[in-house]
């Protein structure tokens, strides 16, 4: 009698399926910019481009959406909706991989990145950082990712401490950086310093003086709000 020997159908890289099984892997990509400046809008919107055509040349894969946040930090997952909805869906069963520029959009801080992926691996949904090509399946895909995650961490960290010297360095040198069209009580001078505007002082004391008489601050925005006093936008309603 002759033994039948099966051979496993070799597995596809791209949809992690046998290659004679027809099967499109479901796809959708996490974009994210930290500011609102208008070259990272324009890098914005060129990443959610380029995934979209990305995803759709690729046969074997199922376009689903594009996922993203506008003006918010790496450095934790906390208030990035794009990213949390992402995860939410894949581990909903309705997403098999998630594609990322880089480790650096996904999250600059170690412990967030090995938790999230560790979760998703978990629930058999893989993550590709096209820029470093760490594929989180693949067997040193965690080691990668945890190096690269590090020094994601420590450049977040590095450019924040430089931007608060910066701060304080224009401060000592005694110059403001303060959003004129939004800011009560002062005006820009000719050469860019602070000029006291007369009119907006009154209010400005008022407001000082309800709140060191005990009032809160939603109070002091209702009275304002009532005596139609305009906010430093120009608003009608004044917010707590």
Sequence with gaps: MTNVITIPATMDRHTESPMLEIKKRRVVAYARVST??????????????????????????????????????????????GFKNTINDALAGKIDLIITKSVSRFARNTVDSLTTIRKLKENNIEYFFEKENIWTFDGKGELLLTIMSSLAQEESRSISENCIWGQWKRMADGKVSVPFGRFLGYDRGENG??????????????????????????????TLTAERIPTPGGKEKWGS
């Design 36 to 81: 609102d400046h208008e070259e990272q809008q324009n890098s914005y919107q060129a990443q959610v481009d380029y995934y979209t055509k990305y995803i759709k040349e690729h046969d074997g894969w199922e376009f689903v959406a594009i996922y993203a946040d506008e003006g918010i930090t790496g450095c934790n997952t906390a208030k990035r909706e």
């Design 193 to 222: 310093e602070l000029v006291v505007n007369r009119k907006q002082a009154v209010i400005m004391k008022r407001i000082y003086s309800m709140f060191l008489k005990g009032m809160t601050y939603t109070a002091i925005a209702r």
